[in-house]
């Protein structure tokens, strides 16, 4: 049984269409079911209304549900995370879903199965794959040859949050941002988390209200804790240290945690709100 929310951002709903699973909870002038397309860009920015601002990105392969196409954009909502917003029609494409994704921080499609040879395409860390076959080394795609090495099957799983929030290390501070072009403190602990297979929604006041469990104030710390303040989210890296993507040095990089926590508070977004633990992920059988 579908459940309303409450929150606009993964609301299926506009003001001419809205998911059929939305029928006896909304009003609304038609329901639809919607399609399933695949971003078919390196990346696109999913914005709250047809050139309007942007609210979150997306990358190569990942899939969203269509319901409706007007005047060139697509009123989506990603199966990422579910949220909604619009497209560009030309950026989304009726492709199979993928079978392998990039874990290296970024990579090409090249022209030919040759490292050599002219590239076409840069792609960011998380971008999905559909293989078509392979050739010396490497996985044969629809716009090109990219490197093996490069790319893991796309069910595969990380087990540590840092590992995966490192390889961002560097990447510019991009307010919505979910690609190493640009990521923001939310898309950096979405991106960590989607890898190792937790759910995550991709805004930190929706990731404090649904990851993890509150730990009670003065709890020491520990890796891959999460740390909330009004609007910003940080992992914790060890003792003393976070890693975050923030408006600050507006990079991906390591902080002093107690010189981050009184940095934050001074510019005016106030204390750490909340302080919460995820469950320990379990390492894969050898």
């Known amino acids: ?7 606009r951002r993964q609301l299926p709903a506009n003001a001419r269409v809205a998911a059929s699973k939305l029928k006896g909870l909304i009003e609304a002038p038609r329901f639809v079911e919607g399609d399933t397309r695949i971003v078919a860009r390196p990346v696109v920015d999913l914005l709250n209304a047809p050139l309007g601002r942007r609210e979150r990105q997306l990358v190569l392969g990942e899939p969203v549900m269509r319901y409706e196409t007007r005047d060139g954009w697509c009123f989506v909502q990603s199966l990422r995370d579910g949220y909604v917003g619009y497209v560009q029609a030309q950026d989304l494409e009726d492709r199979r879903a993928p079978t392998h994704r990039v874990i290296a921080k970024s990579t090409h499609i090249y022209s030919e199965p040759n490292f050599k040879s002219r ?10 794959l559909s293989a078509r076959g392979q050739e010396n080394g490497f996985l044969v795609v629809a716009d090109g040859f990219v490197p093996l090495i490069h790319l893991r099957d796309a069910g595969a799983r990380d087990h540590d949050l840092l590992t995966v929030a490192e390889r961002y290390l560097g990447t ?23 890898s190792c297979g937790i759910d995550c929604p991709g805004d930190s006041d929706q990731q404090e209200a649904e990851l993890g469990r509150a730990l009670p104030k003065g709890t020491q710390p520990r890796k891959g804790d999460l740390l909330f303040w009004k609007g910003h989210v940080a992992l914790v890296a060890g003792k003393n240290r976070i890693l975050h993507a923030n408006a600050g040095s507006m990079t991906t990089t390591y902080e002093d945690m107690d010189a981050a926590i009184a940095r934050i508070s001074a510019a005016g977004d106030g204390p750490v709100t909340s302080h919460k633990r995820l469950p320990r992920l379990k390492k894969p059988a050898v």
Not at 174 to 193: E, M, R, Y
Request: hydrophobic share 40%; net charge negative.
């Open 1 to 7: 049984m579908t459940t309303l929310t409450k929150d």
């Open 119 to 128: 590239e076409r395409m840069a792609l960011s860390l998380g971008s999905g």
């Open 172 to 194: 510019p501070y991009l307010w919505g941002g979910n690609s190493i072009w640009g990521i923001d403190c939310s898309g950096l602990v979405q991106a960590a988390c989607l």
